[in-house]
């Protein structure tokens, strides 16, 4: 099984030529992105999470905070090393080289939270297809996806941010139950139904 998109030479080549070749530890840009991201998880905490396409763990230390146990991967090898090195003091967290979608998790690891963070856009109409039916069929009952994408155009790109999210729109399974929109980047919160779609007050008893 293939899923033609963004060869995976082209992340071994940027990690070749920095640790961090998207400055995600050193931008304001990203770690006020990272910090939204954590904030628009409807739950206080999560059970199993699965964050596919990792990179340096910028974003994984944040969602470790909020996770009984948390299973982060990428493609390349770099990463992988450099995440577990950053993640060493979490023995909550586990860090795999992994090439989404065409590799997955065992059938039998559900998780009730997954992020799909700077992902889908790597990926062709069958990538992306594979990726979101792997992640619909993973999730709960109930649980979050969180998904976040940058929206310029980007020649590496198999498609554009947005495309994403619209797509993502339209799978059944999920309902969108939160947006937050910048010129920037899109992020949003599905959540897999049945059971109906709650919101965080709703799921509080507010009303």
Do not use: N
Not at 25 to 39: P, S
């Amino acid at each position: 099984m293939s899923s033609p998109g963004t060869p995976a030479e082209y992340f071994d080549d940027m990690y070749a030529g920095a640790e961090d070749p998207w400055s995600f530890e050193t931008r304001w840009y990203d770690r006020r992105k990272h910090d939204l991201t954590v904030a628009c998880l409807p739950r206080r905490r999560y059970r199993s999470a699965f964050e596919p396409g990792c990179s340096t763990g910028m974003l994984t230390r944040r969602l470790a905070q909020r996770c009984d146990r948390l299973l982060a991967v990428d493609i390349a090898a770099a990463p992988v090393a450099g995440t577990r090195r950053r993640l060493a003091d979490q023995p909550h967290v586990r860090v795999e080289r992994m090439r989404v979608p065409d590799e997955w998790p065992a059938e039998a690891e559900r998780f009730d939270l997954i992020v799909l963070s700077e992902l889908g856009y790597y990926f062709d109409d069958a990538g992306l297809d594979l990726l979101t039916t792997r992640t619909v069929d993973s999730l709960e009952p109930g649980g979050t996806l969180v998904a976040v994408h940058w929206r310029p155009a980007v020649a590496e790109h198999a498609r554009g941010g947005d495309d994403v999210h619209r797509l993502l729109d339209d799978v059944d399974g999920l309902v969108r139950t939160a947006r937050h929109e910048e010129a920037d980047f899109l992020l949003d919160v599905f959540l897999r139904v049945p059971p109906p779609a709650r919101s965080v007050a709703q799921a509080e008893g507010l009303w």
